[in-house]
């Protein structure tokens, strides 16, 4: 099993490495120079990325019990699409990923049947219900690589510092999606302007900048590592800015649809456009973007939230939240951030990438030699419509499509094989 892929610019931002190179491959590893022979297969990568394979830590993949939104298998394979070798999936699953059982079926049913590698978030709670802490120790016995309620917040607070202390014995992140249930109560969209138009009901900005203020002073106490999914409001972002600064043990992702879109995706109530945290006014995006100029935010993840064709062609109130960001990704990176010049190729890899890998204490998110052969490579002229008829997730519940993006995966490779090519 031998591979080269030659002529690329290789990217890897655990050395600052951006240069042209070619990269060698034997067994699945990553190694050093070896001349080709004819059992070695060639990828010429002239005038594309090559780079660590990219890792989401942030998706639902619905397995089990909500199979009809998406499965470990066609999840994982639009993940491979989408030029990602690994996602974390969260525990918002039925029944919750909330013990060592559900979180060993995930990792089996992946080794069936998933196309990437899948790393298991556990329930903080019981049931996600926010009443008595779940197993975590046990869970991450199993193999769970971070604990989160995402979706179902924490809200009590003791229980929250607990389950930090636990954490930071374990030596485990606590993801927090953030947003206090008393401000956020029966809203559906961003709190403002246009849902005053529209007469939805809001959501402010002050659900997500509360809770996420306790739980830096949180973390800040218990020097457990935070990390805040999904950031939407320039709040946060001055939040978790000025934490760092402080030293307070916390790092944040934003989702490609909060640093692309604004609340005005939702006018002629495009339930494509509901998702939680919601999409925020024009100062909002501003803010983010500055936020991962900056580092502030350190991941770019997607909150991958597939969900039927049904459940989404109902009134917008009834709508569940959620958008599918797998297959889109990469394209709104290059797009909005790397060809504007907001981000270095080099910043975006670390964020798609490195960053993820060391906030879950994955060994992957690097070329070096000696690593597992995890690679994606991007075409960062490539031009394609968004046709959500060709993803491989079931989710079609995308406010992209018909989008234009350029710079898109053309290959991605997992532990030296490939799994999806388009050249
Ligand atoms: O939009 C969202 N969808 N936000 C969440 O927090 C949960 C997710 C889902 O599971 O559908």
Redesign the pocket.
């Known amino acids: 099993m031998k591979l080269i892929i030659k002529g690329g610019r290789v990217i890897d931002p655990a050395v600052g490495k951006d240069e042209p190179a070619d990269i060698y491959v034997r067994d699945g590893i990553i190694c050093a120079r070896f001349a080709e022979d004819e059992d070695t297969q060639i990828i010429d990568a002239t005038g594309k990325l090559v780079v660590p394979g990219l890792i989401d830590m942030h998706v ?1 993949l619905r397995e089990p019990g909500y199979e009809a939104k998406e499965t470990i298998a066609t999840g994982t394979a639009a993940a491979a699409r989408g030029g990602f070798t690994g996602v974390a999936c ?1 525990p ?1 699953t039925d029944p919750v990923a909330d013990n060592r059982f559900i979180i060993e079926f995930i990792n089996k049913r992946a080794a069936e049947e998933g196309q990437v590698n899948v790393y298991p978030i556990g329930a903080i709670t019981r049931g996600s219900r926010g009443g008595e802490l779940a197993e975590l120790a046990d869970m991450r016995d199993a193999g769970a690589v971070a604990f989160s309620d ?2 179902r917040p924490v809200s009590d607070a003791g229980l929250m510092r607990r389950a930090m202390q636990y954490c930071k014995m374990l030596g485990v992140p606590v993801i927090s ?1 953030c947003e206090e249930q008393t401000l956020a109560a029966g809203g559906v969209m961003h709190e403002g302007y246009q849902s005053t138009i529209l007469g939805l009901k809001g959501i402010p900005a002050s659900a997500e900048e509360v809770m996420v203020a306790r739980d830096i002073i949180l973390a800040s106490e218990t020097g457990c590592p935070l990390h805040i999914a999904h950031v939407s409001t320039a709040g946060s972002v001055a939040l978790i800015r000025e934490a760092k600064k402080r030293g307070c043990p916390v790092t944040a992702e934003v989702t490609p649809h909060h640093f692309t879109l604004t609340d005005q995706a939702v006018t002629h109530y495009n339930t494509a456009a509901k ?2 945290p919601p999409l925020r006014g024009e100062a909002d995006v501003q803010a983010v973007r500055e936020g991962l100029a900056d580092g502030t935010l350190d991941v770019i993840a997607t ?1 991958h ?1 597939p ?1 039927t064709y049904d459940e989404k062609n109902v009134e917008f109130d009834l709508a ?4 599918v960001g797998l297959e889109t990704a990469v394209g709104l990176v290059w797009t909005e951030l790397v060809h504007t010049g907001i981000l270095t190729p080099l910043q975006a890899v670390a964020k798609l990438a490195l960053h993820p890998a060391r906030i879950l204490g994955i060994d992957r998110g690097t070329l070096a030699e000696g690593s597992v052969a995890d690679i994606t490579v991007i075409d960062p002229l490539l031009t394609r419509q968004v046709d959500p008829e060709q993803f491989a997730s079931k989710g079609k519940n995308t406010p992209f499509a018909g989008r234009t993006l350029q710079g898109l995966p053309v290959i991605t490779i997992r532990s030296g094989a490939c799994i999806y090519t388009t050249i």
């Open positions: 639902h969260m918002n995402d979706g999606h998702v939680n909150d939230a969900h569940p939240f959620g958008l």
